[in-house]
Structures are given as C-alpha cells and as structure tokens.
C-alpha cells in the first residue's frame, strides 16, 4: 500500500521560491505527481514525472515549477521560483494508477495529506 507524505509548505512572499518534499512508501516506480487545490478553483495537476523521468508540466506554472525524483530516497519534489498569489493552494503529492501519466486529475488515485503553500506580501 502506497503512503504519501508532502512537507515544504510555507507563506512566502510574491517572487520567492520553495521547495516540496514528498516522502513516499510502497509502489512508486510509476507516475507520480503534484496536485493543487484553491478554494473556488477546480483541481490542478501542476506537474508529474512518469517512470522513465519524462516530465509534464501545466502552462500555468511552465518555467517556474520543477519537478524531480530520487528513487533511491523514494521522495518526490517540487522546486517552485518566482511564486505568485495565484499559486496560493494545498499542493497535495499524488500516485497515478498503472501504465498513465500526465496531467489529468482523473488518474491520480492515491493522495497524501497535503502541504499548504500561502504567496501573499
């Protein structure tokens, strides 16, 4: 059984950056991702990795978010620069089910907990 555990989130101001860390249990060798959740907005995978380390990322973040593995630490990340309000959001780390990536939300079957990440001055 896969269990997720993202860690990162912070306030931060317009223009700054962080970093996520998703620490993983289980079946990871297939797609993983990173999904955010704003009140009043749908869901959005920002970004994923599938298992050969091809990436996919969404135009809204394209050029400011990065998203990288370590396989033998089993973690997931994301580097994010030049962070705006509109990244405000619970980013939440996410395992797609077999042989499927990409950016569409319906795949991603098993979620962590969720890290909150607030861009405000």
């Known amino acids: 059984e896969v269990q997720l555990t993202e860690s990162g989130g912070d306030l931060v101001q317009p223009g700054g950056s962080l970093r996520l860390s998703c620490v993983a249990s289980?079946?990871?060798?297939?797609?993983m991702g990173w999904i955010r959740q704003a009140p009043g907005k749908e869901r959005e995978v920002v970004a994923s990795i599938d298992r050969n380390g091809n990436t996919y990322v969404a135009a809204s973040v394209k050029g400011r978010f990065t998203v990288s593995k370590d396989n033998a630490a089993n973690t997931l990340y994301l580097e994010m620069i030049n962070l705006q309000p509109d990244d405000t959001a619970t980013y939440y780390c996410a395992v797609a089910r077999p042989w499927v990536c990409g950016l569409i939300v319906h795949i991603f079957e098993t979620w962590g907990q969720g890290t909150q990440v607030t861009v405000s001055s």
């Open positions: 289980g079946d990871t060798t297939g797609c």
